[in-house]
């Protein structure tokens, strides 16, 4: 079947530092990647995604790039602010299924000062 | 463009009672879904509508029922609420790419 796999929360980071999200996926055909953000109190909005194997997802200076051979999608930023602060959710669309999102069970990230 | 619309915000029932969430888009998009978000579980399709005048189960439907009222409209009903419905609830809205668009959501406590 159709699954995601986020790392565990919450990361605590410092301002400027470097994130990694860990996501990897089990999904039979070719699935569609997301990344979703949840801002407190907020609905879910889309990050970035990626189609197919070997693109890169990229927006508001995260990046995540489609990896077929390790069937994972992890999240990156080179530098984290404050306002980054949220919930993060890995997310496979597998495609011919009414376009049924399956997610991840969120990544929750604070960013000190 | 107000996107997807959710009402109401907030709701506290106590168990038994019935009620029906809202959920609205001005898109015009074909498909709208329910999700229900809870502690360390993501997000949970609950029931999905691909077009107007059809409705599909999820993963976890139990205990709810649809209705596509029109493009626009899509209401989630519970008829009989459990303290197991306490949850988040999150509408959704999707057209002809693959992108989701969602609602504020609806946070509902049954005591």
């Known amino acids: 079947g159709n699954s995601v796999t986020q790392m565990e929360g919450p990361v605590t980071l410092s301002e400027e530092a470097f994130l990694t999200i860990n996501c990897t996926y089990t999904?039979?055909?070719?699935?569609?990647l997301f990344w979703y953000v949840q801002y407190p109190g907020e609905g879910l909005q889309l990050l970035l995604k990626?189609?197919?194997?070997?693109d890169k997802g990229s927006n508001k200076g995260f990046e995540a790039t489609y990896r077929k051979e390790t069937t994972s999608f992890h999240l990156e930023k080179g530098s984290v602010q404050v306002s980054d602060s949220a919930v993060y959710f890995c997310?496979?669309?597998?495609?011919?299924?009414?376009?049924?999102?399956?997610f991840g069970q969120g990544t929750e990230l604070s960013v000190k000062p | 463009n107000a996107g997807v619309t959710q009402t109401p915000k907030f709701q506290v029932l106590k168990t038994g009672q019935s009620m029906t969430l809202q959920c609205a888009q001005d898109m015009n998009h074909n498909s709208m879904y329910w999700y229900r978000q809870d502690p360390g579980m993501g997000l949970r399709l609950i029931y999905y509508s691909a077009s107007e005048g059809t409705t599909d189960k999820g993963e976890v439907p139990n205990g709810y029922n649809v209705s596509r009222l029109n493009k626009r409209e899509f209401s989630l009903r519970l008829e009989s609420a459990a303290p197991s419905q306490t949850s988040v609830y999150f509408c959704?809205?999707?057209?002809?790419?693959?992108?989701?668009?969602f609602g504020p959501g609806t946070r509902l406590t049954v005591l």
């Open positions: 997310a496979l669309n597998p495609g011919n299924q009414g376009g049924k999102l399956i």
């Open positions: 959704a809205s999707q057209g002809s790419t693959d992108t989701q668009y």
């Open positions: 990626a189609t197919k194997a070997d």
């Open positions: 999904a039979t055909g070719y699935p569609s």
